[in-house]
Structure formats: structure tokens, C-alpha cells
């Protein structure tokens, strides 16, 4: 399994991005896949997850209502759009998949993309 995240940036406080994360190895039926995200000097957190099989989605509460999780299962990509940005939200946003369920810790994630910085400035 192989994911590659893409669309950081540098966006202004109250403005939005859309990070895709392109999955690729090997058929995701079954599978959940997530965001993370990491600032510096904190630990990996738990953005969203959604599953590739029928769609449910799970956020974290400091994103619950400006972040949206969808997938694209004919192009086998998975999109975090991020509305009304803040700069608590920076950092470096990794995207991860497991087969275990809708799961909020790091360790019980099997594949990580790279991660996409993203940086949201006042």
C-alpha cells in the first residue's frame, strides 16, 4: 500500500485548502482511511476517517463542522477540505489506512503517506 498526500500550502487565517491523499497497491475495499496531523513539538493527532467501503466519516472534535472527508473510490484518492482554517491548525498533515475500523490513535495505522505541510498564518 502506497499513499501519497498533497495540497499544503501557506493560506490565511479563515481560508481553505483541500489536501488529496492518492492511494495506490492495492484494492481498499474494507479499508479506513485518516488524517493526522503533527505541529511541531506536539504529538500525531487524529484529524478524520472515513471508510472506503460505505463512507462513514469520524472527526475530531477541533475540526468537527470546518473539515470535510470524502473519497473518490473510481480514482482511489481521498480528499480533506479544510474550511475557515486557523493557526492552531498548522502542521504537517499525513494521511494513513488501516483494516481495523474507525480508529483515532497513530499506532493503529499500517501505512503512512509523507505527510503535506500546512501552514495558516494571522
Known amino acids: 500500500v502506497q499513499l501519497q498526500a498533497s495540497g499544503g500550502g501557506l493560506v490565511q487565517a479563515g481560508g481553505s485548502l483541500r489536501l488529496s491523499c492518492a492511494a495506490s497497491?492495492?484494492?481498499?475495499?474494507?479499508?479506513?482511511l485518516a488524517w493526522f496531523r503533527q505541529s511541531p513539538g506536539k504529538e500525531r493527532e487524529f484529524v478524520a476517517v472515513?471508510?472506503?467501503?460505505?463512507?462513514?466519516?469520524t472527526y475530531a472534535v477541533p475540526v468537527k463542522g470546518r473539515f470535510t472527508i470524502s473519497r473518490d473510490n473510481a480514482k482511489n484518492t481521498v480528499y480533506l477540505q479544510m474550511n475557515d482554517l486557523r493557526r492552531e491548525d498548522t502542521g504537517v498533515y499525513y494521511c494513513?489506512?488501516?483494516?481495523?475500523?474507525?480508529?483515532?490513535?497513530?499506532?493503529?495505522?499500517?501505512?503512512w503517506g509523507q505527510g503535506t505541510l500546512v501552514t495558516v498564518s494571522s
Open positions: 494513513a489506512a488501516t483494516v481495523g475500523g474507525i480508529l483515532q490513535l497513530p499506532g493503529d495505522y499500517d501505512y
Open positions: 497497491g492495492r484494492t481498499f475495499s474494507g479499508y479506513f
Open positions: 472515513i471508510s472506503w467501503t460505505d463512507g462513514t466519516t
